[in-house]
């Protein structure tokens, strides 16, 4: 199982940018997909995130301007950033909760990361 990410890069507070992760592999189901990210010298956070069903969560400090989606035909997910903030500079990492067919197993899967940065 591998996730892609895309769409990172550089933009100007109050711009927007839309992160993608694409999941592909021995994939059976996937229950749950989110974005973490991880600022220099802080931990990773949870951003949002988004269930099977198409329940959402989203940090505080995101809510209103962030918008999370997926496309599970395709198993992809979508980060949509408005009204961006130099605070929300940071690597931003895709994360997938996976069933896969090969073993069955329920596992969690991350992607290589992207790099977003909001100058001010």
């Known amino acids: 199982v591998q996730l892609v990410e895309s769409g990172g890069g550089l933009a100007q507070a109050g711009g927007s940018m839309r992160l993608s992760c694409a999941a592909s592999?021995?994939?059976?189901?996937?229950?749950?997909m989110g974005w973490y990210r991880q600022a220099p010298g802080k931990q990773r956070e949870l951003v949002a995130s988004?269930?099977?069903?198409?329940?959402?969560n989203y940090a505080d400090s995101v809510k209103g301007r962030f918008t999370i989606s997926r496309n599970n035909a395709k198993n992809t997910v979508f980060l949509q950033m408005n009204s961006l903030k130099p605070e929300d500079t940071a690597v931003y990492y895709c994360?997938?909760?996976?069933?896969?067919?090969?073993?069955?197993?329920?596992?969690?899967?991350w992607g290589q990361g992207t790099q977003v940065t909001v100058s001010s």
């Open positions: 994360n997938a909760r996976i069933l896969e067919t090969m073993t069955w197993r329920l596992s969690d899967y």
């Open positions: 592999g021995s994939i059976s189901t996937i229950n749950a």
């Open positions: 988004i269930i099977s069903g198409g329940r959402t």
